[in-house]
Nanobody, 123 residues
């Protein structure tokens, strides 16, 4: 059974940084594309960033481009989301998700999901 566990969330002041981690167990991360999504209160879950299984291609939502960086370490079965220059609008529960090979911006294309980690950004 594949499990994804996010960590690294917390409360940070606007302009600050956080590093989210996603630990994958139950299968190798090597053939899995990884995505990060977020869901703010009262809103739908939205795409944040994604990376292919090899790490050679990434995609970002316009709202985080230039501030967030997605990466992965297949040897450690880990994926990451470095978040810089955080804004109050970034406040949400952040989810790690995985799917075979490629990336996608759609939640329905991902087979595996973590339980989420809360990020709160104060103004």
């Amino acid at each position: 059974q594949v499990q994804l566990v996010e960590s690294g969330g917390g409360l940070v002041q606007g302009g600050g940084s956080l590093l989210l981690s996603c630990a994958v167990s139950g299968r190798s991360l090597r053939n899995l594309g990884v995505g990060w999504f977020r869901q703010a209160p009262g809103k739908e879950r939205e795409f944040v960033a994604a990376i292919t299984w090899s790490g050679d291609s990434t995609r970002y939502a316009d709202s985080v481009k230039g501030r967030f960086t997605i990466s992965r370490d297949n040897a450690k079965n880990m994926a990451y989301l470095q978040m810089n220059s955080l804004k109050p609008d970034d406040t949400a529960v952040y989810y790690c998700a995985a799917r075979l090979f490629g990336w996608s911006t759609s939640t329905t294309d991902y087979s595996y999901w973590g339980q989420g980690t809360q990020v709160a950004v104060s103004s």
